[in-house]
């Protein structure tokens, strides 16, 4: 809708990063709030290995995904060009999630923290950055939804990288929505005293659904299929399966 916030010249701010500059400001905010066990610095050194991770990570994945139009791109254009439309276009978040969980190990390993312990007090953080970010995608017109005319359609203008005039499913609202719900649930569920699962695991297990169900709502086709799954929902299979399975294991041995 509004992919870029501010243009001067050749200076321009895309909204998309200026949601994830956000997202990153709310998540230290979350967490240095909720945490005493850590310092300023390790939830800023660590969050910002995560966003940094989670860029690198959320990339490689959309380029596995659409690997055949990442190699038609560089065979029709020059190198240069072909670089900057692969690089700033395109992104899974997914790939970013699991980016996050390496952000973090990489921040515990370095300034000797528990990594475990630092998994679990950014959980509500990185749910929260999420939100952010998908409403960095109904700014920047990517992630649509498909065509529907129910409650809250979103019509997209005239330039926008999403079909235009078309009312399409809000799918970006009800992510952002659905995380901001799981932040709240993971706020909540800290406060037990008795946990036996790890807040970012339990992050994993609320997402996982959510995004199975909203892929059938999506629009944009460079999402990759497998049969008739999209990489999204195999993934969200599969990293549901993981977890019951090494929470079946520990139970096991304990």
Same mark, same amino acid.
């Given at each position: 809708?509004?992919?870029?916030?501010?243009?001067?010249?050749?200076?321009? *701010?895309? !909204?998309? !990063?200026?949601?994830?500059?956000?997202?990153?400001?709310?998540?230290?905010?979350?967490?240095? @709030?909720?945490?005493?066990?850590?310092?300023?610095?390790?939830?800023?050194?660590?969050?910002?290995?995560?966003?940094?991770?989670?860029?690198?990570?959320?990339?490689?994945?959309?380029?596995?995904?659409?690997?055949?139009?990442?190699?038609?791109?560089?065979?029709?254009?020059?190198?240069?060009? $072909?670089?900057?439309?692969? &690089?700033?276009?395109?992104?899974?978040?997914?790939?970013?999630?699991?980016?996050?969980?390496?952000? +973090?190990?990489?921040?515990?390993?370095?300034?000797?923290?528990? +990594?475990?312990?630092?998994?679990?007090?950014?959980?509500?953080?990185?749910?929260?950055? *999420?939100?952010?970010? @998908?409403?960095?995608?109904?700014?920047?017109?990517?992630? /649509?939804?498909?065509? /529907?005319?129910?409650?809250?359609?979103?019509?997209?203008?005239?330039?926008?990288?999403?079909?235009?005039?078309?009312?399409?499913?809000?799918?970006?609202?009800?992510?952002?929505?659905?995380?901001?719900?799981?932040?709240?649930?993971?706020?909540? /569920?800290?406060?037990?005293?008795?946990? @036996?699962?790890? %807040?970012?695991?339990?992050? +994993?297990?609320?997402?996982?659904? &959510?995004?199975?169900?909203?892929?059938?709502?999506?629009?944009? %086709?460079? @999402?990759?299929?497998?049969?008739?799954?999209?990489?999204?929902?195999?993934?969200?299979?599969?990293?549901? $399966?993981? *977890?019951?399975?090494? &929470?079946?294991?520990?139970?096991?041995?304990?």
């Amino acid at each position: 809708m509004h992919p870029i916030i501010l243009s001067i010249g050749r200076f321009t *701010i895309a !909204s998309y !990063s200026l949601m994830i500059a956000l997202g990153f400001l709310a998540a230290l905010l979350l967490t240095r @709030r909720r945490s005493v066990r850590f310092s300023l610095y390790d939830c800023f050194f660590s969050i910002l290995m995560a966003l940094v991770s989670a860029g690198i990570c959320g990339k490689l994945l959309y380029i596995i995904i659409e690997h055949r139009a990442v190699a038609e791109c560089f065979m029709e254009y020059p190198l240069e060009q $072909a670089l900057e439309m692969v &690089l700033s276009g395109g992104f899974v978040l997914y790939g970013g999630l699991f980016g996050i969980v390496i952000g +973090f190990w990489f921040a515990s390993h370095e300034n000797h923290l528990d +990594f475990r312990a630092l998994l679990d007090a950014m959980a509500p953080s990185a749910s929260l950055a *999420i939100a952010f970010g @998908r409403i960095g995608c109904l700014l920047g017109g990517c992630c /649509y939804g498909r065509p /529907y005319d129910g409650p809250l359609a979103i019509t997209y203008p005239e330039g926008s990288y999403a079909p235009s005039g078309i009312p399409l499913f809000p799918s970006p609202i009800a992510e952002s929505l659905g995380a901001l719900i799981i932040t709240a649930i993971l706020l909540i /569920y800290e406060r037990k005293k008795d946990r @036996r699962l790890n %807040s970012m695991l339990l992050l +994993f297990l609320l997402y996982a659904p &959510l995004r199975f169900i909203l892929e059938f709502f999506r629009g944009d %086709s460079a @999402r990759g299929m497998i049969g008739r799954l999209s990489t999204s929902q195999a993934i969200s299979i599969a990293m549901v $399966a993981a *977890i019951a399975a090494y &929470l079946g294991k520990r139970k096991t041995r304990s």
